[in-house]
């Protein structure tokens, strides 16, 4: 069978035949039958708008990998840290590279003064964390001369330490001020995942539990990156036009606000807080099926259409996490939903399956964290795709700043009616 597919031009008789590599043919195959003969395809279902050597994922089977790693391995023995070298850099760094790495993101942990005392003390005292995030890492890049040189490897790496290393920061003080306490500085004594709980936590006296430091590493890892997701495509086409990354990287993270994509971990707690009992999940259920009792948070992914890999560890961190915790009084309503959604046809037919915010927000609730904190907790550890990404896109000889066009579906010309006579 050969590796090709031919495509007819029905109004001409013309055909072109392309290649097909990785189930992919290039859409230029259209360009030479016609070149103002467009494909519609909203939201991108059938469209593959670059060529990506960072994250693979195969929907069907449940399969992630980081650089050709499975995520299972990475998640049980590697660093967060450890991960983002290996996502920017494509391999796992030796000792000597993870001392640098290491030691390079823990001097670019502090912020600028002002960012704290002039911009975040400007929100209104309830604003929400990730609305202040969105902002705050935008306003970042105003205080970097060189973050416009995209087009300067150094300034390029210097930037990608920058964001990586201050995003647990500003998160931290998104939170702080959000209940009136005083901004905990970084503390470079500590590991990536351990200085972000005591940012976070510190009153007075605070240690923060190994086996928590452990978890809130593994799920950073977990996140890290998931291919052309809503955020990620959004650095993508922010990133094409050059602008800055704190800017492309404020883009990613307003698309990953959303509740059907970063924002489902805030909605599953509240979902489950509104069922409420094991007694109204059969009745919920129903809800969600007739469509009266919108969708089942948590559930379905675009790509996988088997289970998600990452649902599937955070599980068992769930376990270990409440062992030191106490259990999140949510998990039962959680595992009765799982158990009764997984055998009812409506989604057994759809191939929905838990995702990974379907326990995240459990953990992170049992962590301490508020749930408006939670897509903030998600963008931290996505940043590292984030500039993957970018960095990727900036080198790519084939991508041209992101230009769709559009099937226009408007009225034809008409002359203007003065207000008078309309
Ligand atoms: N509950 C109930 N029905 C659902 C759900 C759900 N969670 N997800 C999809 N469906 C149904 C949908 O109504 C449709 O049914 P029908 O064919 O009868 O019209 C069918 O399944 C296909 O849905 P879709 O909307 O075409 O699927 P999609 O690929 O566009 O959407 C999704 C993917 C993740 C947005 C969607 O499954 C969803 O809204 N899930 C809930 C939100 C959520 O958990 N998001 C987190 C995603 S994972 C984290 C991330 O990567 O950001």
């Given at each position: 069978m050969p590796d090709t597919i031919t495509i007819t031009d029905d109004r001409t008789g013309k055909t072109v035949t392309v290649p097909i590599e990785g189930g992919v043919f290039p859409a230029s195959a259209i360009r030479e039958l016609d070149p103002s003969l467009f494909v519609y395809d909203p939201a991108y279902l059938q469209t593959a708008a670059c060529k990506s050597a960072i994250t693979y994922l195969d929907g069907d089977n449940g399969i992630l990998r980081y650089r050709g790693y499975p995520i299972e391995q990475l998640a049980e023995q590697s660093t967060y840290l450890e991960v983002a070298y290996l996502l920017l850099n494509g391999e796992l760094p030796d000792s000597t590279q993870l001392a640098q790495w290491k030691s390079d993101v823990t001097s670019h942990t502090f912020i600028h003064e002002n960012m704290r005392k002039r911009f975040v003390d400007g929100f209104h005292y309830n604003a929400h964390p990730m609305g202040m995030l969105v902002s705050a890492l935008a306003a970042l890049?105003?205080?970097?001369?060189?973050?416009?040189?995209?087009?300067?490897k150094a300034s390029r790496d210097k930037q990608i330490l920058r964001l990586i290393a201050k995003t647990p920061t500003l998160a931290a003080m998104c939170y702080r001020f959000s209940v009136g306490l005083p901004f905990v500085y970084p503390?470079?004594?500590?590991s990536f995942p351990a200085n972000f709980l005591n940012m976070m936590w510190r009153v007075g006296d605070y240690n923060v539990d190994p086996r928590l430091e452990r978890a809130m590493d593994v799920l950073f890892i977990l996140h890290a990156d998931h291919e052309q997701n809503c955020g990620t495509t959004a650095m993508r086409v922010v990133g094409s036009s050059h602008a800055d990354p704190y800017s492309s990287a404020a883009a990613a993270a307003s698309a990953l606000y959303g509740p059907l994509h970063g924002g489902a971990n805030e909605a599953v707690v509240h979902m489950l807080a509104e069922i409420g009992s094991l007694d109204n999940v059969p009745a919920f259920i129903e809800e969600v099926k007739s469509g009266t009792g919108g969708r089942l948070m948590g559930f379905g992914h675009r790509v996988y259409k088997n289970y998600d890999p990452r649902a599937t560890i955070i599980k068992q961190t769930a376990y270990e996490v409440f062992e030191v915790?106490?259990?999140?009084?949510?998990l039962d309503i959680a595992l009765k939903l799982e158990e009764v959604a997984l055998s009812d046809s409506y989604f057994i037919d759809r191939k929905l399956y838990p995702n990974v915010d379907f326990y995240s927000g459990l953990i992170y609730q049992a962590l301490g964290f508020p749930v408006a904190m939670f897509t903030v907790l998600f963008a931290i550890p996505r940043m590292a795709g984030w500039l993957a990404h970018w960095q990727e896109l900036l080198g790519d000889k084939e991508q041209k700043i992101s230009r769709p066009r559009q099937w226009y579906a408007g009225v034809e010309a008409r002359d203007y009616v003065p207000l008078a006579a309309r």
């Open positions: 890049g105003t205080f970097y001369d060189d973050a416009k040189d995209t087009d300067d503390n470079n004594d500590l915790t106490g259990k999140n009084p949510l």
